[in-house]
């Protein structure tokens, strides 16, 4: 499954696959932010991914330590396929510059 799914990425949206990691058998991959929500709906409306279950979301505030130069906040989604009974997590690193909102319109003000 691993395979496959790095393979949807990677083909579904060029450059925007970071890099991978494994820790404590758990897959991760680290994407461009720009894409985070694009990437999250295809595969969530893929037909042999179905990852269909947000289990969870965190951030992590890279303050201080070495690898702040990647970028100082981490958004951690960790995506369920019940078809498959697979999970991994996707991730974006952010800073100042960059964001995760896919170039969604910022809700107004209301009048």
């Known amino acids: 499954m691993n ?6 990425i990677t083909e579904k949206f060029p450059g925007m696959l970071l890099r991978e ?7 991760s ?3 461009e932010g720009r894409a985070l929500r ?6 969530k409306d ?3 991914l179905e990852y269909t279950f947000l ?4 951030s992590i505030d890279h303050l201080g330590k070495r690898w702040e130069k ?3 906040f981490e958004l951690v989604y960790t995506l369920l ?3 498959h009974n697979h999970r991994f997590m996707l991730r974006v690193l952010l800073n100042d510059e960059n964001s995760a909102d896919g170039g969604a319109k910022k809700p107004s003000a209301p009048t």
Not at 3 to 8: A, G, M, S, V
Not at 21 to 27: A, E, G, I, K, Y
Not at 38 to 43: C, F
């Open 46 to 48: 893929s037909p042999e």
């Open 55 to 58: 289990v969870d979301i965190c």
């Open 3 to 8: 395979d496959t799914l790095k393979t949807f």
């Open 38 to 43: 694009e990437i999250a709906v295809a595969l």
């Open 29 to 31: 991959f680290y994407v």
């Open 70 to 72: 990647d970028g100082r």
């Open 21 to 27: 990691s494994v820790c404590h058998d758990q897959l």
């Open 81 to 83: 396929s019940l078809k």
